[in-house]
């Protein structure tokens, strides 16, 4: 496997990005003047609500701020029967370019969770020329290993990468872990899983491989790359730049187990923080009467000069076994 990395990896470049799609004037930039979007996902028989939430937010914002850049429905692709990640999202990519006349498509798998506007800034962040794909900061989780305890130590890691070589697999995508925050940042490759596409991009590939666009290509030594590295793959052979949004932020809801090793404890505990502003350790009415009696017992005891009965705590009774109840 072979390919060019980008000129500059750490290439951020947001000032001529604009806010909000108000403040867009004229032809620029290009997603907004220039098209409408296509919103396509792949699904099994269950979706997660976040990602259900989002999606209906994103589309009733887009008619609410009269942005409508999304003007068809969005094109579904099971894969619960014979469709796998890779025919699913060649489909997508086939019912695109044939079957509408949208600029972009726009790839959100059914487990991202993510803000009304974040395909409208996706959009004020991509250029047909300049910047033909677009990704939100989406992170997968990673299996560290075995717990010992039937499970599994996971940890997020950012779909950020870039070309570099390591023993084992040699020269190919690499995890790129550190990124400047709410800017674009030019990586090797990202995942599909909240992805911006131009139509030329997918055009060049299908006069190149025919509708193949995410079909796995291997390393050397033969092992495959994911069918979404695989299309950065493919962008990459035609020398187009891809981009990822550090400022769009996507959740993923995913299962895991959690153990101390998640866990950071706080130096100091909140609820005796809490306990303590209000005036001491005892908190709800019984607490509050407990500490009225006390006061009044300090009270007492200050005007008396008399220390209260060690029994009892009562300044009046003098101490013994006739010490009077400790209300009185």
Known sequence: MTGAAPEDETAATPTDIPAVASEVT???????????????YLHSDRVSHSWHMSLMNAIAYDKAIGLDVIVAAPFAVS?????????????????FLDKTD?????????????????????LLAADPVDRPVVGGLC????????????????????????????????????????????????????????????RSILEAIRKNEGDHWFDFVAYGDGAQVSEDLSFCYRVAQLQRPIFVHTGVKITHHKT????????????????????????GPEVGSWGKAQRAR???????SAATGHPPCAKCGNVSCGGGWGCLPSGS
Not at 26 to 40: M, R
Not at 264 to 270: H, K, L, S, W
Request: aromatic letters at 12%; proline letters at 7%.
């Open 26 to 40: 004229g032809e620029a930039p290009g997603a907004i003047a220039g098209g409408t979007v296509q919103i396509a």
């Open 294 to 300: 006390r006061e009044k017992r300090e009270a007492a």
């Open 79 to 95: 894969c619960s029967g014979p469709n796998s990640l890779v025919e699913g999202r060649n489909m997508a990519a086939t019912h």
């Open 139 to 198: 992170f997968a989780l990673k299996h560290m290993g075995p717990d010992n305890k039937g499970g599994f130590i996971v940890r997020p890691v950012p779909t950020l990468f870039m070309w570099g070589s390591t023993p084992e697999q040699g020269f190919g995508f690499t995890n790129r872990f550190r990124y400047p925050p709410e800017t674009l940042v030019q990586v090797a490759g990202t995942g599909a899983a909240f992805l911006l596409i131009h």
């Open 102 to 122: 949208s600029e972009w498509l726009f790839f959100v798998d059914t487990d991202m969770g993510f803000e009304a506007d974040a395909i409208e800034r996706v």
């Open 256 to 279: 895991f187990w959690l153990g101390e090793d998640d866990y950071r404890m706080p130096d100091v505990e909140p609820m005796l923080q809490i306990m303590q502003a209000a005036g």
